[in-house]
DNA sequence: CTACTATTCAAATAGTCACTTGAGTGATGT
DNA sequence: ACATCACTCAAGTGACTATTTGAATAGTAG
């Protein structure tokens, strides 16, 4: 070895670090997030050619992040481990706490208003032996359609138009979608309180829901 | 705003990762995490030009890892909180735990041997009480003179050659260094038990000490 | 005001990264 | 064996990053 060990090391950290450096890596370990997924279904979801996400996620895997296995044709990829989910979260939080620029998106994401709490899954879970909720599940409908939140009923964005009505006013609604980085359910929760509807976003999404050990159904 | 607010977000995510991304900015973090220093001393710490220092700070103030402030002449640098350290701690576990050139370095630091598991701060807190556990603190002199854990002796790894035989064979010893990335304790650790000694590495460094709100000391 | 110190900025360099294109590889079905 | 499918590899391009150099700026001391 010719250099330090200590700048082996270091080098090995920004690896990981550089790993989730690109909008497109941070995506990818989203989608990966939902449920273990081949190539081709990875860049669909994210827009990215076949090519491209590839090496993406040889990158994610070199890194530690996400592991792989063959299946038939396909390679499978999935989080390494809860860690890798632990670390997106960590980024989110810094990134919240510290640079205006991303309360200036999530207050764009409220139109302005000042967004509810969050419900703590805990919370949600009790709520839920209680009854006394009605949980959105944002995501698209193959999300869904892997594994969602027992009891959800999915819900996208585009359909919130036709079902707000519907809705008894005083009715509690959590909404929740991918996971760390997810958008879908603060807007849901803005156009439904609009609507004068006591919605709130959960905290995290589905992969924390799971990743706590909680009951996930699949379609 | 042209593109999405999702897009928006997961750039500003990918732009806290980045900014740990590279060994010279790591080496920066761990040292500010000592304690908060101007751009001079950070430089000649880590080695790097005064100019490249600054520009790596800056890299590091945009994605809100650290803040700064004027004193006098100087510009001093300091974590901008604690989720900082949290964050470079997790990607050290993510990359221990998944990257097998990080296991290679590290036993290499212990010279082959297996390294007993270390001290949890918990512990040594409560060792230090009862008064039966001498703590070697394995940093440059400088640093141990800002801030240093109670009754921990500075000593070098240059010193262990002088010092081991000094020391009471079946005495217990704890060595710390820097924090996350610390690297020194390990080569001390494994220098003191090939003598006999019983020796083991605190978890974490001096930082990790602070930020749970235990004492320290400065000379 | 002038000299001095600590830091930042600007421009130029070499190096690395992201993305595309087209060819190559491994597993499956005929 | 052959074709096909799912993915990976290799090479090329344009964009960004790290580092150095020298000039510019903010604050202090005389």
């Known amino acids: 070895m010719s250099i330090s060990p200590k700048a082996a090391l270091l080098e090995e950290y920004a690896l990981v670090a550089r790993a989730l450096s690109a909008p497109a ?33 040889q990158a994610l895997r070199r890194a530690g992040l996400v592991a792989s296995r063959r299946d038939g044709k396909s390679v499978i990829y ?29 207050r764009g994401l409220s139109d302005g208003a ?31 359609a892997m594994s969602h939140i027992p009891g959800a009923r999915n819900v996208t964005l585009a359909d919130l138009d036709r079902i707000a009505p519907t809705l008894a006013p005083g009715s509690e609604i959590v909404a929740y979608c991918r996971g760390p980085y997810c958008v879908y359910a603060y807007q849901a929760v803005t156009a439904l309180r609009k609507r004068g509807l006591n919605a709130r976003r959960l905290e995290g999404g589905l992969p924390e829901w799971r990743e706590d050990g909680r009951q996930v159904t699949a379609l």
Do not use: C, W, Y
């Not at 390494?80 to 670390?87: C, F, G, Y």
């Not at 509810?116 to 193959?142: K, N």
């Open 114 to 144: 000042d967004a509810p709490e969050s419900v703590t899954r805990d919370e949600l879970a009790a709520r839920l032996v209680e009854g006394f909720v009605t949980i959105f599940d944002v995501r698209p409908p193959d999300e869904f």
């Open 78 to 106: 999935r989080l390494s481990d809860a860690r890798t989910l632990a670390l997106m979260d960590l980024i989110r939080v810094v990134a919240e706490r510290n640079l205006a620029q991303v309360e200036r998106i999530l």
């Open 25 to 57: 890596r941070l995506m990818l370990l989203e989608q990966i997030a939902q449920g273990e997924r081949g190539v081709e279904a990875l860049a669909d979801k994210t827009g990215l050619t076949i090519a491209n996400a590839s090496q993406h996620l």
